[in-house]
């Protein structure tokens, strides 16, 4: 019969387990379902049989023995890799965010070895040493969750370790999302009033007379071609955006992409002022010449910049900016002191700004919502009550003293 095997305590070692008397550590060693043999080390034998229960728990619950080696990377290239349904854009964001932030530190760890614990501790690195905004965070969260989502559907992992991290990041650090903010009418009024008066800025009126009367993204306005324009029945069809966005080489180029979900894809009927500012920007056209470009194939665009090429929505924001500068300046100057009558936006506020004001004059949040494109019911309804708030209040204001009460 076989002397039983010890280690340098006297203690009786179990089959497959080791003590090396080299350096004084433990060793494990067993198969996993496909015959492939592994090894797990540890500093002491208490350690070693806790990891030895760890894949013994495994093996009943069917989790597979073969993932302990594979890496955060390696799963998430895996992942990137079947989604074939992800938009070029998406995909290319994506493979931004996480080789930034995490390939090269937290994207080595074993996926054997990464817990809640070990997912907190990285996200806090990002916020305190990386000094990064919320949503960016967040982005990253958006690709760890379904890659360690997808592990524990593939039976790599039993728990996905990311749930419930976000959450307890916004919970310690008081994190809320930045509201989109609209303009309030005072201050779309003094937007509106300026372009109409400015011989520097005229030539973007057309452009946000659209913005303020349609509602739409600015990938959606900027790719608007003169075919998605019926003046017939008074209709704006929206069917594709233009993005401006970097490639899988590093350079940044101009591309159509089609909307994310069905409630993209919709019309918008004409307002009066939104017809004549498209008439307006044709007439324009017929003068000059029409939009040079040619993007995937899409051309006849029906705003161009000074260089007769589309517009790229960033020269928007900085036209914007330039524009609300100038205002409160004049409004300062008026005032003989420092006086900000509009508070600073971006484009996308001009289309929080429509729906806003819509939500004021309608009820229907359906049409509403199909106008808007939004396909979560729940981000018209948000609009909408906090449009109507004022709107209330106004109301019972009203009320006061024309009923008696007590």
């Not at 039993?158 to 419930?164: C, I, L």
Request: aromatic letters at 10%; charged letters at 35%.
């Amino acid at each position: 019969m076989a002397a039983k095997r010890k280690d340098h305590k006297g203690r009786v070692l179990k089959d497959g387990e080791n003590y090396r008397d080299y350096d004084g550590r433990y060793s494990y060693r067993f198969t996993d379902e496909n015959g492939k043999r592994h090894t797990v080390y540890a500093k002491s034998l208490d350690e070693l049989r806790k990891k030895e229960d760890e894949i013994h728990y495994d093996r009943m619950d069917g989790i597979r023995l073969d993932h302990r080696g594979i890496t955060v990377n390696e799963l998430y290239d895996q992942y990137i890799d079947s989604r074939t349904d992800l938009k070029d854009a998406t995909r290319n964001n994506y493979n931004y965010v996480y080789n930034h932030f995490v390939r090269d530190g937290f994207g080595k760890r074993k996926i054997a070895d990464v817990n809640f614990s070990t997912v907190m501790k990285f996200y806090r690195h990002i916020i305190d040493d990386l000094v990064v905004k919320p949503n960016s965070l967040e982005s990253v969260h958006t690709i760890l969750h379904p890659v360690f989502q997808r592990a524990v559907r593939d039976q790599y992992i039993r728990n996905n370790p990311t749930d419930g991290a976000m959450g307890e990041i916004k919970k310690s650090r008081n994190w809320e999302k930045p509201k989109r903010r609209a303009l309030t009418i005072e201050e779309q009024n003094a937007f509106v009033d300026f372009l109409k008066e400015s011989k520097t800025y005229e030539h973007w009126k057309n452009m946000f007379t659209l913005f303020l009367g349609t509602g739409c993204r600015v990938s959606e306005l900027v790719g608007l071609r003169w075919e998605d324009c019926d003046f017939e029945n008074n209709i704006i069809s929206i069917n594709h955006g233009l993005t401006y966005r970097q490639d899988a080489d590093g350079k940044c180029r101009f591309h159509i992409s089609t909307p994310k979900t069905d409630a993209g894809i919709r019309e918008i009927p004409m307002l009066k002022d939104v017809r004549s500012a498209l008439l307006a920007e044709r007439e324009k056209q017929l003068a000059e010449g029409p939009c040079k470009s040619e993007i995937d194939g899409y051309k006849n665009f029906v705003f161009k910049n000074r260089d007769g090429g589309v517009v790229n929505p960033e020269s928007i924001n900085r036209a914007i900016g330039r524009i609300v500068k100038e205002i409160n300046e004049a409004e300062a100057k008026k005032a003989e002191t420092e006086q900000i009558i509009i508070h600073h936006f971006s484009v996308h506020n001009l289309r929080h700004t429509f729906c806003t004001r819509f939500c004021e004059n309608e009820t229907n949040l359906k049409v509403i919502q199909d106008i808007m494109g939004h396909s979560d019911i729940q981000t018209t309804m948000n609009v909408y009550a906090e449009a109507t708030r004022e709107k209330k209040q106004s109301s019972i204001e009203n009320l006061e003293g024309k009923v008696k009460i007590s």
